[in-house]
């Protein structure tokens, strides 16, 4: 049986044949025990914006755990605001290999009730 990682690794080559000819931002996740992370890319992989329960406007906001749904809510609603400060509404989002579950949905919840389309 194959482990966690190997498995989402394979889900992720999946997932990057599929997003190499889109010509949108692209929205990326990452999330590890204890944080989660996002950043929207330009289709040159140069970074727009990016939000993560560890930034210091985060902490503040987030009060517990940094891991958890919560966390994962706060941190989507960041990160639309910050692509609609940019002028970015449309954007491919990149689970990066994580099943769409949890944190992950969250976030992605978060951030389309907050004004991002994907």
């Given at each position: 049986m194959k482990n966690?990682?190997?498995k989402r690794l394979r889900r992720k080559a999946h997932i990057k044949k599929i997003m190499?000819?889109?010509v949108k931002p692209r929205m990326c996740v990452f999330k590890s025990l204890n944080n989660i992370y996002v950043q929207v890319?330009?289709?040159d992989n140069n970074?727009?914006?990016q939000a993560s329960s560890l930034s210091k406007?985060?902490?503040e906001k987030i009060k517990g755990h940094k891991g958890n749904?919560?966390?994962?809510?706060?941190?989507g609603k960041e990160?639309?605001?910050q692509c609609k400060n940019k002028s970015i509404i449309d954007v491919a989002f990149d689970r990066n290999g994580y099943i769409y579950h949890g944190r992950v949905k969250a976030l992605a919840?978060?951030?389309r009730e907050n004004g991002l389309n994907f």
């Open positions: 966690k990682i190997e190499k000819n889109n890319f330009s289709s970074v727009l914006v406007d985060m902490r749904i919560e966390a994962a809510k706060i941190v990160i639309a605001e919840d978060a951030a």
